[in-house]
């Protein structure tokens, strides 16, 4: 071999061993930095006319495709069970659950003992206010459950808008790094820092919208949500929504009074079993509003109509007349089955018993229309409402249609449905964070392995002294023909 061979074949090799020793100090660098991919020197054999050599084929990124599009969906399961988790534990944390003291369930039964106290001594005023407090705290924690579901919808409509919003931005990173992709690799740049990039972004909005990751020409990629909706293909998506000021009982997505959810102009489903983002925290916001929450609500308004017929029935207070409000009303007045919806954010006592409303608890004891109080020691009136109470009633409405019960068994009933949903919720969040942990983990086995890139180190360093071991040689020997002429 030549000595130009030689030193060809040495440059080379130390070029190599340096770019080489760069790519480790860099994977080792980044050995904790789960965004990152393990970068590997690809390299071959030179070889131009009598020059030889090692040469550099390109630097690659060592991924595992279906090991990631596994762990982004089991995030993306993870981020809609932990939101609606949070929301379904506020609900309960509002209504409380059955053996809750201070809980709707708790209240309605302590509303019955209070009516069996006052009626054992009609005479004394202590139980007769006593029994109305307690009225009224059922009818209180009745409001302050349906006005907590709204409050929460408007919170969530909230949080769609700025999950929207926020969705975009990732989108439009994406488009630029995909087009930044494309150029550095058309000039023969380095992009591997650029595709890491892209690759946090990816894995960010499959948290919102689970995803499916197409390769398109020159390194750019296609983003397509898990039910068939195109997010980003050369260019992003437009994704727009509407968020409201105050969300109420009366808004729905069905009746135009809350904002869907459109994709460059074409609304699509963004709840239910037909949502075209199903799977992560965005569908779960919208499931949330549009359907958990509004379903709790029609089950409150429900137990709310339940008991405002138990007490506005003819031939409970033979004081009212036909149509006349009883204990229970809606906002003051007589209740109206076509009025139903928002019941529960409306009930209030009678203002004839109310003592903030100028009221007396006598009338609780002699009637609700009575003009002066009557004989202090009959107990016929609120012995007939601990009766309405006790009555096996069927639900006139809501998904417990039919359904008999006594008021307290009834208020129970939803209590523990609500229980139910987050205990069934937090179980499927429990086992979709399990696998979240055991993928994430896979993942990080799969990355930079400290070890491989250690040893890697010691074979460059080798390859680096040998390679300039040849380079002295070849000085020495030609000096000694220089030295020799």
Known sequence: MSFSGSLSNALSGLRVSSLAAEIVSSNL????????????????????????GVGVVGVTRSVDPTLLGEWRRARASTAELSTGNGYLARVEQVSGAPETPGSLADLMTRFEAALVSAAARPDLSIRLDAAVSSAGAVAGALRATSSELQALRTEIDGKI?????????????????NSRIISAEASGAPSQSLH???????????????LRVFPRDNGAVALVSTTGTVLLDGVAARIDFSATNAVTEFRTLANGGLSGLSVDGFDIPASGAASRIGGGSLAALFDLRDETLPGYQTEIDALARNLVDRFQDSGLDPTLGAGEAGLFTDAGQAFD?????????????????DPEAGGASWRLRDGLQAAAPGNSGDGTVLLSMIDRLAEARPVASGSQIGL????ASLTATLLSGVAADLTGNEDRLSYAAARSAELTEQKLRSGVDTDT????????????AANAQVLRTVDEMIEVLLGAT
């Open 337 to 353: 089955p076509v009025n139903e919806t928002g019941l529960a954010r409306r009930i209030a006592l009678n203002p004839q018993v």
């Open 29 to 52: 660098a980044n050995a904790t930095n789960a965004a990152y991919a393990t970068r590997d020197l690809e390299i071959s054999v030179r070889a131009s006319g009598a020059a030889g």
């Open 161 to 177: 808008g700025q999950t929207v919003t926020d969705l975009n931005a990732h989108l439009a990173r994406l488009a630029d790094l």
């Open 453 to 464: 890139e250690l040893q890697k180190l010691m074979q460059i360093e080798k390859a680096y």
């Open 404 to 407: 008999s019960g006594t008021a």
């Open 196 to 210: 890491d990039l892209r690759q946090d972004g990816i894995d960010k909005i499959s948290e919102i919208v689970p």
